[in-house]
């Protein structure tokens, strides 16, 4: 069983900066691919970004490559999403989510964290 808490969400100006985090609970968080997704209002939820179990591989979707970076570090049971150059169309509730394997899906799933971006 894996809890996952997110923070760091906020308002900011269009070109601005926010980091996301996500602590994991469970000493087998080192297990889990992580992974970011988002959901803006009205619109289904979608992939933003994942990184490997090791965190040896990372993956983006392409609208936000170049400018979001995703890190973990697993002896703080942490994922962190930094997240640059922030535009309005990146305004959604941002989860972070646990995968076995990712191929299958995600397993665990945070209550999310409000980003909004103003042009």
């Known amino acids: 069983q894996v809890q996952l808490v997110e923070s760091g969400g906020g308002l900011v100006q269009a070109g601005g900066s926010l980091r996301l985090s996500c602590a994991a609970s469970g000493r087998t968080f080192g297990r889990y691919a992580m992974g970011w997704f988002r959901q803006a209002p009205g619109k289904e939820r979608e992939f933003v970004a994942a990184i490997s179990w090791i965190g040896g591989s990372t993956y983006y979707r392409d609208s936000v490559k170049g400018r979001f970076t995703n890190s973990r570090d697993n002896a703080k049971n942490t994922v962190t999403l930094q997240m640059n150059s922030l535009k309005p169309e990146d305004t959604a509730v941002y989860y972070c989510?646990?995968?076995?394997?990712?191929?299958?899906?995600?397993?665990?799933w945070g209550q999310g964290t409000q980003v909004t971006v103003s042009s």
């Open positions: 989510a646990a995968a076995i394997d990712s191929d299958l899906g995600y397993d665990y």
